[in-house]
């Protein structure tokens, strides 16, 4: 039997390969061709349709008609067919909703695309706009890579002109009705949360508002709040045991807010509010409140916070104030007045003849913290060694050369390297560091990384200090005295050498030097004089008695012997503080008890109750700092002379910190005061608690010009003079700054009104007056802290003006470029 097809393709004979029976590719696309040859024309038929069928299914059937040999592989799946309906994208066309419209002809604007369907890049699209060759005509091309693709849309110019009009017009309103739409912004967390914070609140037209300008409210927060929460466990070694035990557990709660808040009602009530839990005085936190009236409005402004008022030079004012203040405008009467609470004191530092003259207080706690000694042999007090005492409570110092320091490196903890790494090393310090000779070593396992114990033991990089511009030393007495602040975390450790004896083979070491160490790169011991937080009591014991306690700066350098006062005074219940007390023999005066009188003028041995200027003996001038003779002058060394001299001892000084001691208000009854006077320069140190705005400096009765004559960093509490005129030679230089209080322990109230008559641009006349209410916290009224209410008045008047006469009249001789012009002022307070 024959089937006849388009294309016509021969089977096999019976001995061809069954794997090239039928090829797969005479199955697709178009119509086969079988031509088959058999007997059994029948069976022939059935099975040809058979294979058919199979193959449409997706099988191959293989197999041999002579049936003479069998191929196992029987039927396999066509794992490449192509399934025909998957190729056909009209069987899902009935999904699309929307279809692509194309015009035959070119389109005046090109209606958007969407992103779904295909059109030529625009790199290859180009349009082309002219006018036809009769002038009359507009003609629009369109070509896709160079190829017209559309017919040329024509139209004359004024339909031209009139079609792009309303085009013109539609985009623009597309524009604005697509802007928010269509508008996409990235913003940062930060942006976020600005816009957050920062709020506007339209307000109702009311009239109780309106006094606030705008209705409206705009408040702008800022800060942050951090809650620390834990649970403690503390177990405390080496005390006296409690009822309570050695270990406390209790929760730990920590509290960090800071806020910065700025906010406006209308566009004339303006707050302020800068406020951080973690300041250390209250007066950092700001508050302030503040109306700003229009122009010609009689009520000018209103503040409320923290405020200040400035008067006429001789009645003063102040910049350290909490209250209320208003200024008023009534055509030429400008009047301020302010009720507020005092937060500051006044003070002031004269210059005359190229010194400065200031007085001091200092309580028997303020001691100096930069002097230590560098073993505690030095500190004894036994008998047989009290090499301090010895050395500066006798007319001659006695000398010891057996503890006499002969070389000395001394040494300070850095966290990162330096700019001269050569003298910076790695070391390991210790407090009880044994003593070697010359020729003997330390332990090599001193040597190795160690875990610090505080107070004992301290490990770290350290930088080599230079003698005389870091540090000096009395190699008699053994201590050291640093030129700048030792910081509480900072860690001091030396290597020295002692005599001894005489000779230098039975010189005493203690630590290694820089010049023994094999390398660079070995670590050093030293010996520890100053660990890291000092503390009294516990492991820092022996550490501890190293801090001298007993020198204490005036709060000048560079001291001058011409005009130095000094006097130790003790405050009695009811009175002034005193400068004598009760002996065995009568009154005693404490500046020769404490061994600070013993010689006249002429350095005889006769007390004149002057202070006896011995320098480096009474008094270091270089550093301003006063030293007293024995190493605890208010505790165990207080002067046996004075009766019931135990009652009178202040130990907490010596036995506890700083801070401990000056909560004991009983004890402490110790004053030093004087006066000093140092050399002129052209930068002060006024403080680092100084209320900015609140510096006056004045040369010869004249106020300079802050800015030019002199500028001032508050930060730091620094001024530096910059008019040459205040520093020469017997220039009077006065200056005037207000410190906050840091501690307020009375109540300080301030009142007061300034009032400025403008006769004239140039004329003026001013009138204040100002009240101080002061009140004491306690009932009972001592000497010198009684209550006070002080007022004072003042008024003062000021003119200016030009004088052409006098002008004309000194042309005559020389020629003037500047008009002439006189100033008179003037001022009055009682």
Do not use: C
């Not at 009689?298 to 203040?325: D, M, R």
């Not at 320091?405 to 070391?427: F, M, N």
């Not at 005295?481 to 020295?496: G, K, L, P, R, S």
């Not at 219940?573 to 009154?587: A, F, R, T, Y």
């Amino acid at each position: 039997m024959q089937l006849s097809t388009t294309q016509k393709n021969n089977f096999p004979s019976p001995a061809t390969n069954s794997t090239n029976y039928l090829s797969e590719n005479s199955l697709k696309g178009t119509p086969i061709d079988l031509t088959y040859f058999t007997d059994d024309t029948t069976e022939v038929k059935d099975e040809i349709e058979g294979k058919l069928k199979d193959t449409l299914n997706g099988k191959i059937v293989r197999t041999d008609t002579t049936k003479i040999i069998s191929d196992s592989l029987l039927s396999l799946v066509d794992t490449v067919k192509v399934d025909s309906a998957a190729l056909d994208s009209t069987a899902r066309i009935k999904y699309f909703k929307y279809h692509r419209e194309d015009k035959p002809y070119v389109e005046l604007k090109r209606k958007k695309t969407s992103k779904f369907f295909a059109y030529p890049d625009q790199k290859f699209l180009a349009r082309s706009i002219r006018i036809d060759s009769t002038g009359q005509y507009v003609e629009i091309i369109e070509k896709v890579a160079g190829q017209q693709t559309k017919i040329i849309l024509r139209m004359t110019i004024d339909d031209y002109v009139q079609m792009r009009l309303g085009l013109r017009e539609r985009e623009i309103w597309e524009s604005i009705g697509y802007a928010y739409e269509l508008k996409e912004t990235k913003k940062e967390l930060g942006e976020l949360i600005k816009d957050i914070t920062n709020l506007e609140i339209p307000l109702p037209s009311v009239g109780v508002l309106s006094i606030f300008g705008e209705p409206k409210i705009s408040l702008r927060i800022g800060g942050a709040v951090d809650i620390h929460g834990a649970w403690r466990n503390e177990t405390t070694e080496g005390v006296t045991a409690s009822r309570l035990g050695n270990t406390r557990n209790e929760p730990d709660f920590k509290q960090q807010v800071q806020i910065n808040v700025s906010g406006t009602i209308g566009d004339k009530l303006n707050i302020v509010a800068d406020w951080n839990t973690e300041r250390t005085f209250e007066y950092e936190n700001q508050l302030k409140i503040k109306y700003t009236g229009y122009e010609d409005e009689i009520v000018q402004s209103v503040e409320a916070g923290n405020v200040s008022l400035q008067t006429s030079p001789l009645v003063g004012g102040s910049e350290a104030l909490f209250g209320v203040k208003a200024n008023f405008k009534v055509g030429p009467l400008s009047l301020t007045t302010i009720a507020s609470q005092k937060k500051g004191e006044v003070k002031e530092v004269s210059v005359s003849g190229g010194t400065t003259s200031q007085t001091f207080e200092k309580r028997g706690y303020d001691y100096s913290t930069n002097h230590y000694f560098v073993d505690t042999i030095y500190a004894s007090q036994n008998t047989d060694l009290n090499l301090f005492q010895r050395y500066y409570d006798n007319a001659t110092p006695e000398i010891d050369t057996r503890f006499l320091i002969k070389d000395i490196e001394v040494w300070k903890s850095i966290q990162t390297i330096g700019k001269d790494p050569a003298k910076e090393r790695l070391a390991n310090a210790y407090i009880n560091l044994p003593q070697i000779l010359s020729n003997e070593k330390y332990d090599s396992t001193n040597r190795l990384a160690i875990t610090p114990k505080p107070g004992e033991s301290e490990t770290g990089r350290f930088r080599l200090l230079t003698k005389g511009d870091d540090y000096n030393l009395n190699e008699y007495t053994g201590f050291l005295t640093f030129n700048t602040q030792i910081n509480n975390d900072d860690i001091i450790a030396v290597a020295y050498r002692v005599e001894n004896g005489p000779g230098a083979q039975d010189d005493g070491y203690y630590g290694e030097f820089i010049s023994s160490a094999a390398t660079d790169s070995q670590r050093l011991i030293l010996k520890l004089i100053k660990p890291a937080n000092l503390q009294p009591g516990g492991n820092f014991a022996q550490a501890w008695k190293l801090q001298l306690k007993n020198i204490y700066p005036v709060g000048g350098r560079n001291i001058k012997k011409e005009g130095f006062e000094f006097q130790v005074k003790y405050e009695v219940s009811g009175q002034d503080p005193v400068v004598e007390l009760p002996g065995g023999q009568g009154n005693v005066r404490l500046l020769n008890a404490f061994g600070f009188d013993n010689y006249d003028a002429a350095d005889q041995a006769n007390p004149d109750n002057v202070f006896d200027w011995r320098t480096n003996l009474t008094i270091i001038p270089q550093t301003g700092e006063i030293i007293f003779p024995v190493l605890e002058p208010f505790g165990r060394n207080i002067p046996t002379d004075l009766q019931n001299g135990d009652s009178l001892k202040f130990q907490l000084v010596y036995d506890t910190t700083k801070t401990f001691a000056q909560q004991q208000k009983v004890k402490d009854k110790w004053i030093l005061t004087g006066k000093y006077s140092g050399e002129a320069s052209s930068v002060y140190q006024l403080g680092f608690n100084v209320v900015e705005n609140s510096v006056r400096v004045r040369l010869s009765g004249r106020e300079l010009t802050p800015g030019i004559d002199y500028i001032v960093d508050y930060n730091i509490g620094q001024l530096t003079i910059r008019n040459d005129a205040a520093l020469v030679p017997g220039a009077d230089l006065k200056i005037t700054y207000e410190q906050n209080d840091l501690f307020q322990l009375a109540s300080k109230t301030l009142l007061g009104a300034r009032g400025i008559f403008d006769f004239s641009q140039k004329t003026k006349l001013g009138f204040s007056v100002l009240n101080l209410n002061q009140q004491t916290l306690s009932d009972k009224v001592r000497i010198g802290e009684e209550p006070l209410s002080n007022t004072i008045y003042g008024l003062d008047f000021s003119t200016s003006g030009d004088l052409p006469f006098l002008t004309k009249l000194l042309d005559k001789v020389i020629s003037t470029k500047q008009m002439s012009s006189f100033t008179l002022q003037g001022e009055f307070a009682i």
